[in-house]
């Protein structure tokens, strides 16, 4: 790319940014969290339409991405480069990013089911976990994960057998969006080895009439010990 190609890319990125819809839109993405075009419409104050034409706006200069969850579509930042951006312009502006506040009932949002495997604040913050130490390794331009190494070894000083996981037909692990916290926990043969071994070893209980989960003590030691997971 040449050096005038790469001053108008500049531009229309700049130019995305710039209008002042679009700037709340891309602020209210800095905490991670991935939300809807509807939502999103809601905190910029314009219509559904509208929004999405700024939404199409900022795709097409890579700005954001959008992620498919069953029926919805959620938008959140397209990388770390785009926040670190936006980031340093927010400073410029002093201008703070929006808190996340969730509508989600706080046992359901706490740790619940998600299909087979396990789903809420917990569960991200187990994701979070794998990932920060490298235990789970993001596959480029996929939303699958491969274990490493030291993962391996984790899951198998829990009793996990990675191999068995690996010779099923389903996919092996993946990203998948958590609706409360918006951000993703572990889907896939190693999220649900990862909800049954909890089950199975008394670390959860399961709720018998919604798709809440309740830690016990046990969990609460065995959830710090592997995946430095404090629950209060």
């Given amino acids: 790319m040449s050096a005038d190609d790469i001053n108008i890319q500049l531009a229309k990125i700049a130019a995305a940014i710039a209008e002042p819809t679009r700037a709340t839109m891309l602020c ?3 905490d991670g969290r991935a939300r809807t075009s509807t939502e999103l419409a809601m905190l910029a104050e314009v219509s559904p339409s509208t929004a999405s034409v700024h939404l199409s706006k900022l795709r097409d200069q890579s700005l954001v991405q959008v992620l498919a969850q069953g029926k919805h579509r959620y938008y959140q930042l397209a990388g770390a480069q785009v926040a670190a951006a936006l980031e340093s312009l927010m400073a410029i502006a002093g ?3 929006p808190k996340f506040s969730p509508s989600t009932p706080e046992r359901l949002r706490q740790a619940r089911t998600c299909y087979d495997h396990m789903a809420g604040e917990y569960a991200v913050a187990i994701h979070d976990y794998l990932l920060h130490k490298s235990y789970l390794l993001a596959q480029q331009d996929t939303t699958a994960y ?4 030291d993962g391996e070894q984790l899951f ?3 009793g996990i057998k990675v191999e068995a996981l690996r010779k099923g037909r389903r996919r092996f692990a993946c990203a998948c969006l958590d609706w409360s916290e918006r951000r993703p926990h572990i889907g896939g043969a190693v999220g649900a080895a990862l909800l049954t071994h909890f089950v199975q070893h008394a670390w ?3 709720d018998l009439d919604s798709r809440a989960l309740q830690l016990t003590s046990k969990g609460r030691r065995q959830f710090a010990k592997y995946f430095e997971v404090t629950v209060l």
Avoid: R
């Fill in 146 to 149: 491969e274990l490493s190494a």
């Fill in 156 to 158: 198998v000083a829990m």
């Fill in 204 to 206: 959860v209980e399961m």
């Fill in 95 to 97: 201008k703070v990013a």
């Fill in 28 to 30: 209210a993405l800095m």
